[in-house]
């Protein structure tokens, strides 16, 4: 880091419910934060930016393409950052079967571009890498943890082994402090509306509100380890204050099934989720991921992180948020 100044962190990704969370930590501990969005974003800022609106004035956004190495490039030889929070990626799913060619040309492309960047502008800059429980997929124990084999059942997922290889790689083979964070699905009241959480707590606002009448669904027997998107940004920033590069993974140990999360959400508007939601195939995966629960005991003893906000909290925080808006 250069004497005498703040620390400068640069963020993929930036508009997204980690970004923007992240931001926010690390502003708080006295960073100089930068971020990078797409070109498009300048000119639709009210439906782009709208999770850093409030903060636009405290950050630097400079425009980039994951798909193009010259772009980033340029902005990691001018900002030469300390750290490097590498969030930018299709992580949606259900989009990765339906568009495979782009998941894969943006996740996997993407990583490279960036390591690659780092390597030759800014060496000493510490990089985090936002893996995924998605990527135990078909999952071969429970719960898993940072010695569980990969088997990921989407696009999404595969690009995302491929990305924790290129870090393991490149902290390797170049000794970059380049660390992979497998976080498990966390969720906030700034979660895209596409995600099976956020669509649930939305139309229990719009059905409390009476705009809608039905939620159609795809499996509702999936199991996953849901916590709090703003627990987990720490647990990023932690990993990158180590001595050493290593793995965590982030999570919270429990696990509940989709229709748990139904009887939370609509419990909280006073609703029975019977009345309302029925199945629909067309949601269902054409490779399911039917459960997902992580051990987080490695970074709890190293990096002294915890999860903060409880499963029920997480689930009434959405629901307000959204019966509010």
């Given at each position: 880091?250069?004497?005498?100044?703040?620390?400068?962190?640069?963020?993929?990704?930036?508009?997204?419910?980690?970004?923007?969370?992240?931001?926010?930590?690390?502003?708080?501990?006295?960073?100089?934060?930068?971020?990078?969005?797409?070109?498009?974003?300048?000119?639709?800022?009210?439906?782009?930016?709208?999770?850093?609106?409030?903060?636009?004035?405290?950050?630097?956004?400079?425009?980039?393409?994951?798909?193009?190495?010259?772009?980033?490039?340029?902005v990691?030889?001018?900002?030469?950052?300390?750290?490097?929070?590498?969030?930018?990626?299709?992580?949606?799913?259900?989009?990765?079967?339906?568009?495979?060619?782009?998941?894969?040309?943006?996740?996997?492309?993407?990583?490279?571009?960036?390591?690659?960047?780092i390597?030759?502008?800014?060496?000493?800059?510490?990089?985090?890498f936002?893996?995924?429980s998605e990527?135990?997929?078909?999952?071969?124990?429970t719960?898993?943890?940072?010695?569980?084999?990969?088997?990921?059942?989407?696009?999404?997922?595969?690009?995302?082994?491929?990305?924790?290889?290129?870090?393991?790689?490149?902290?390797?083979?170049?000794?970059?402090?380049?660390?992979?964070?497998?976080?498990?699905?966390?969720?906030?009241?700034?979660?895209?509306?596409?995600?099976?959480?956020?669509k649930?707590t939305?139309?229990?606002?719009?059905?409390?509100?009476?705009?809608k009448?039905?939620?159609?669904?795809?499996?509702?027997?999936?199991?996953?380890?849901?916590?709090?998107?703003?627990?987990?940004?720490?647990?990023?920033?932690?990993?990158?204050?180590?001595?050493?590069?290593?793995?965590?993974?982030?999570?919270?140990?429990?696990?509940h099934?989709?229709?748990?999360?139904?009887?939370?959400?609509?419990?909280?508007?006073?609703?029975?989720?019977?009345?309302?939601?029925?199945?629909?195939?067309?949601?269902?995966?054409?490779?399911?991921?039917?459960?997902?629960?992580?051990?987080?005991?490695?970074?709890?003893?190293?990096?002294?992180?915890?999860?903060?906000?409880?499963?029920?909290?997480?689930?009434?925080?959405?629901?307000?948020?959204?019966?509010?808006?």
């Amino acid at each position: 880091m250069r004497n005498n100044e703040m620390k400068r962190a640069l963020i993929t990704g930036i508009t997204g419910q980690d970004g923007s969370y992240l931001a926010e930590f690390l502003l708080g501990k006295g960073y100089e934060v930068h971020g990078i969005i797409r070109r498009v974003a300048f000119e639709d800022p009210a439906h782009r930016l709208y999770r850093i609106n409030h903060i636009l004035k405290r950050i630097t956004l400079h425009t980039a393409s994951m798909e193009s190495y010259p772009s980033l490039f340029n902005v990691i030889e001018k900002i030469k950052p300390d750290e490097c929070y590498h969030l930018a990626a299709q992580s949606f799913v259900g989009d990765s079967f339906e568009d495979a060619f782009s998941t894969f040309n943006t996740n996997i492309n993407g990583t490279l571009h960036v390591l690659s960047a780092i390597k030759e502008k800014s060496p000493e800059c510490k990089i985090y890498f936002a893996a995924t429980s998605e990527m135990f997929g078909k999952v071969k124990e429970t719960p898993q943890n940072e010695n569980t084999p990969f088997y990921p059942r989407s696009p999404y997922g595969i690009t995302k082994v491929v990305g924790f290889d290129l870090i393991r790689n490149f902290r390797e083979s170049y000794g970059l402090f380049a660390v992979s964070g497998i976080l498990f699905n966390h969720e906030s009241p700034r979660r895209g509306f596409e995600f099976v959480t956020r669509k649930i707590t939305s139309s229990v606002a719009k059905i409390k509100s009476g705009q809608k009448n039905e939620l159609r669904l795809g499996n509702l027997d999936a199991k996953r380890d849901w916590g709090f998107a703003g627990d987990y940004v720490k647990a990023m920033w932690l990993m990158l204050q180590q001595d050493e590069p290593d793995d965590f993974v982030v999570a919270t140990n429990e696990t509940h099934s989709v229709r748990e999360f139904l009887e939370q959400a609509f419990g909280c508007a006073g609703l029975k989720w019977e009345d309302y939601v029925s199945i629909d195939k067309r949601f269902y995966r054409p490779a399911e991921v039917h459960l997902l629960q992580g051990d987080y005991s490695k970074g709890y003893k190293k990096l002294g992180w915890e999860p903060k906000v409880k499963f029920e909290e997480l689930v009434r925080m959405m629901v307000e948020s959204d019966l509010n808006l």
